[in-house]
C-alpha cells in the first residue's frame, strides 16, 4: 500500500516555463512533508519542506502548496532551468522515528 | 566538510555470498537510517537507528542485518537470504529521531548479483 503516490512518472517543460510536481498521500497522520532532487548516480538531495500547520512555503524558484483536505501537495518551480532535470522525490513523515516515507519520484526535463 | 559517506560505489555479489555496505557520517547526527531503490518504487526503508546500539527494522528488513556500534557508523549486511539483492541502497542521517527533520543522503551504492 503506497502511502505517498506520485503518479506521474515524468514531466518535460520549456525553459523559463513552470514545471508543477504533484504528490498525494493516503495517511492523515503526516505532518511534514519535503521534496528530494535526485541526480543520477547520487544521493537526492532536500529542496524544500513544509508543515501541515502551513499551506505555503517558498524558497526562491521553488514553492510547495499543501492541500491537506484534498491530502495533496504540489511542488512549483519558476522558472524552471536545464539544471532542474532531476527525479523529483515527494516524502512524507508523522513525526514518529522521523522516518521517511517516499514516493515512486518524477523525472523532470527541462528543454533548452 | 560535514557528509555521509557510503563505500563501495559499485559493488558485485556472488548468489549466496554475504556482502557489507559501508556508511559513515561525520555530521554528529544521532539518527541513521538505509533505503533502497528500485525502479518505479521509490526508496523504501530497510533498518534504521535512532541511538547508538540500537536500531529498528524498517518495511523491507527481511534478508538484511545491521549494527550501530558507533555514533558516526551503519553498515548494512546484505545476506543470502535477501532475494533479491540488486539495487540502489542509500544511507541517510538526521539530527535526531524524534521530531521533524530532513535526511542527509549518502551518494549510494549499487548492487548487482552476478
Known amino acids: 500500500d503506497q502511502q505517498v503516490k506520485q503518479n506521474s512518472p515524468s514531466l518535460s517543460v520549456q525553459e523559463g516555463r513552470i514545471s508543477i510536481l504533484n504528490c498525494d498521500y493516503t495517511n492523515s497522520m503526516f505532518d511534514y512533508f519535503l521534496w528530494y532532487k535526485k541526480y543520477p548516480a547520487e544521493g537526492p538531495t532536500f529542496l524544500i519542506s513544509?508543515?501541515?500547520?502551513?499551506d505555503k512555503n517558498e524558497d526562491g524558484r521553488f514553492t510547495v502548496f499543501l492541500n491537506k483536505s484534498a491530502k495533496h501537495l504540489s511542488l512549483h518551480i519558476v522558472p524552471s532551468q536545464p539544471g532542474d532535470s532531476a527525479v523529483y522525490f515527494c516524502a512524507a513523515s508523522t513525526g514518529d522515528g522521523n522516518k521517511l516515507v517516499f514516493g515512486a519520484g518524477t523525472i523532470l526535463r527541462v528543454k533548452s | 566538510d560535514g557528509g555521509i559517506t557510503q563505500s563501495p560505489k559499485y559493488l558485485f555479489r556472488k548468489e549466496g555470498q554475504n556482502v557489507t555496505l559501508s556508511c559513515e557520517q561525520n555530521l554528529n547526527h544521532d539518527a541513521m537510517y538505509w533505503y533502497r531503490q528500485d525502479p518505479g518504487q521509490g526508496l523504501r526503508l530497510i533498518y534504521y537507528s535512532q541511538i547508538v546500539n540500537d536500531f529498528q527494522k524498517g518495511d523491507i528488513a527481511e534478508g538484511y542485518s545491521v549494527s550501530r556500534e558507533k555514533k558516526e557508523s551503519f553498515p548494512l549486511t546484505v545476506t543470502s537470504a535477501q532475494k533479491n539483492p540488486t539495487a540502489f541502497y542509500l544511507c541517510?542521517?538526521?539530527?535526531?529521531?524524534?521530531?521533524?527533520?530532513?535526511?542527509?543522503f549518502g551518494s549510494g551504492t549499487r548492487l548487482t548479483v552476478v
Open positions: 513544509i508543515s501541515s500547520i502551513k
Open positions: 541517510a542521517s538526521s539530527i535526531s529521531a524524534t521530531g521533524n527533520y530532513g535526511y542527509t
